[in-house]
C-alpha cells in the first residue's frame, strides 16, 4: 500500500492510495487543477482512480466532488446533497464495510460538525490505514476501529494555548474545542498513544491549523508518546497544507 497527502488543512483535504490493484482518493476538498497537477507528480491520472470516497460535506474535504466523474463513494445520510450534481454516485452506510477490486473499505462515524461525518480504515493484503482526520473527540468506536494499524493518519489540528490567546471569535474557539470541533495536540498524542502497537510503522499528522498550531508543537506531542513508549519503530511526519506529503509505503 502506498500512502500519499496531496493537501491537509482548512484550505483543503485529500489523501491518495494505491494498492496492487486500486488507486483511491479520499476527499477532495481542493480545486480540481490541483488534483490533477499532485496526482501527475505521483505519475497517476485523475482518469486512473477507481474510486473518490468522500468523508463528510465541508468544502475543505468536497469542494471538487461535482466535477470528478469517476465512482464516487458518500454516506447514505448525505447522498441528497449529491445527487443532482455527481454523475457517478454511490452510497454506504455509515459503520459498514465495502471493497473496491483488492481493497476493503469500512466506515465508521465521528463526532464532528457535520451531517454524518465518518472516519476510515482501509485494508489490503493484510495491511490497515487509519484515518481520522475531523474529529472533536476520540470515542470508544474510533479507538476500536483503529486498533491494528500500520498507518495511522490522526488529525493533530490545534495547540490549545494558541488558540485561546487567537485571533478566533470565541463562538469559534469554542467550536474547535468542542465535543463536534477538531483534536487538540493533546488528545491526538492520547488517542495514538492508545493505538499503539509492535506493527505500528507510521504516524501522519493530520490536519494542522495555520493559524492555531505549529509543527514543532505538534510533533513533540506525539514524539514524546514515543518517548515514553519506545516504540522507536513508529516514523512520524507532518501532512504538508498545500503540497505532496511523504509518500508512505507499506
Not at 493518519?153 to 465535543?179: A, T, V
Amino acid at each position: 500500500m502506498k500512502v500519499c497527502t496531496l493537501a491537509s488543512g482548512s484550505s483543503g483535504n485529500s489523501l491518495f492510495i494505491q494498492t496492487n490493484s486500486s488507486k483511491i482518493l479520499i476527499d477532495a476538498g481542493i480545486s480540481l487543477r490541483q488534483i490533477k497537477a499532485r496526482l501527475k507528480k505521483l505519475d497517476v491520472e485523475l482518469s486512473d482512480l477507481d474510486a473518490v470516497i468522500v468523508s463528510h460535506e465541508h468544502l475543505d474535504h468536497a469542494m471538487s466532488i461535482p466535477k470528478i466523474e469517476n465512482p464516487t463513494y458518500v454516506a447514505s445520510a448525505t447522498i441528497h446533497l449529491w445527487k443532482d450534481k455527481v454523475k457517478n454516485l454511490y452510497e454506504f452506510n455509515t459503520g459498514s464495510s465495502f471493497s473496491i477490486n483488492d481493497v476493503l473499505i469500512t466506515s465508521f462515524s465521528v463526532p464532528h460538525d457535520a451531517l454524518d461525518p465518518v472516519g476510515f480504515t482501509i485494508e489490503t493484503d493484510h495491511k490497515k490505514l487509519g484515518i481520522v482526520t475531523d474529529i472533536g473527540t476520540a470515542t470508544s468506536l474510533v479507538k476500536e476501529r483503529l486498533k491494528g494499524s500500520n498507518i495511522l493518519i490522526i488529525e493533530f489540528n490545534h495547540d490549545e494555548n494558541i488558540l485561546r490567546e487567537s485571533h478566533y471569535p470565541w463562538e469559534i474557539k469554542q467550536r474547535i474545542m468542542s465535543r463536534l470541533g477538531h483534536l487538540s495536540n493533546v488528545q491526538a498524542a492520547n488517542l495514538f498513544a492508545g493505538l499503539l502497537h509492535s506493527e505500528l510503522s507510521y504516524l501522519l499528522l493530520a490536519h494542522l491549523s495555520e493559524t492555531n498550531n505549529r509543527y514543532d508543537i505538534a510533533l513533540r506531542a506525539a514524539s514524546s508518546i514515543i518517548e515514553k513508549s519506545g516504540a522507536d519503530q513508529v516514523s512520524i511526519s507532518v501532512a504538508p497544507r498545500k503540497t505532496l506529503g511523504e509518500v508512505l509505503i507499506i
